[in-house]
């Protein structure tokens, strides 16, 4: 099993951010498991961002809730991120990761992917 | 500032033990699993402990963990040099703003 994080590097001030995650050697369309992205800021620890179903049902932050957007193509075997009005304070590593969770009562990220840096910056 | 209180850093001496506190409240520790996480340098962070103290395939007895009222704690035993990381703990918060937590980190240093 791989989770791969991609897309762009660098993101201006007020846009959107936006990434993929592609996952391979295991179905993304089962119903053991959410799919997640976590970030981690410079020198600080990791924060939730959201988990999606397969069948595209969502949680999400609720500090983030109002700007994130989690969506998942099962053809393609991918998730996405967006997060939009960004700013310097959203400069993290962004991961994603395979979820087990029972909303209020289980959460545990049992895969992640590398990671990919994302700065916000002008 | 966290909602999980963790040390910012433990130390020991190879072979030693250390263990890493996660400070919570009833919404949170107290009524829900916990998971440890290990973050090398460099890398992402990894699983190390499940539902307050099961252990994935792979992981070595030496880490255990487990869970009092609203706190949590990660044991370390027979301390290595390759255990020098950053360990998280994690958990749902049942709150009126219910969301997924995690700690802010324990730097464990092998002296």
């Known amino acids: 099993l791989q989770l791969h994080e991609s897309g762009p590097g660098l993101v201006r001030p007020s846009e959107t951010l936006s990434l993929s995650c592609t996952v391979s050697?295991?179905?993304?369309?089962?119903?053991?498991?959410?799919w997640a992205w976590i970030r981690q800021p410079p020198g600080k620890g990791p924060e939730w961002v959201g988990s999606?179903?397969?069948?595209?049902?969502?949680h999400y932050n609720p500090s983030l809730e109002s700007r994130v957007t989690i969506s998942v193509d099962t053809s393609k075997s991918q998730l996405s991120l967006k997060l939009n009005s960004v700013t310097a304070a959203d400069t993290a590593k962004y991961y994603c990761?395979?979820?087990?969770?029972?909303?209020?009562?289980?959460?545990?990220?049992?895969?992640w992917g590398r990671g990919i840096m994302v700065a916000v910056a002008s | 500032q966290s909602v999980l209180t963790q040390p910012p850093s433990v130390s020991a001496a190879p072979g030693q033990k250390v263990s890493i506190s996660c400070s919570g409240s009833?919404?949170?520790?107290?009524?829900?699993?916990v998971s440890w996480y290990q973050q090398l340098p460099g890398t992402a962070p990894k699983l190390l402990i499940y539902?307050?103290?099961k252990r994935p395939s792979g992981i070595p007895d030496r880490f255990s963990g487990s869970k009092s009222g609203t706190s949590a704690t990660l044991d370390i035993t027979g301390l290595q040099t390759g255990d020098e990381a950053d360990y998280y703990c994690?958990?749902?918060?049942?709150?009126?703003?219910?969301?997924?937590?995690f700690g802010g980190g324990t730097k464990v240093t092998v002296l």
């Open positions: 999606i179903f397969y069948t595209g049902s969502t």
């Open positions: 990761a395979r979820h087990v969770m029972v909303p209020m009562v289980v959460s545990t990220f049992d895969l």
């Open positions: 994690g958990t749902w918060d049942s709150s009126l703003s219910a969301s997924v937590l």
């Open positions: 050697g295991f179905s993304i369309s089962t119903s053991n498991y959410y």
């Open positions: 009833s919404s949170n520790i107290e009524s829900n699993y």
């Open positions: 539902d307050n103290n």
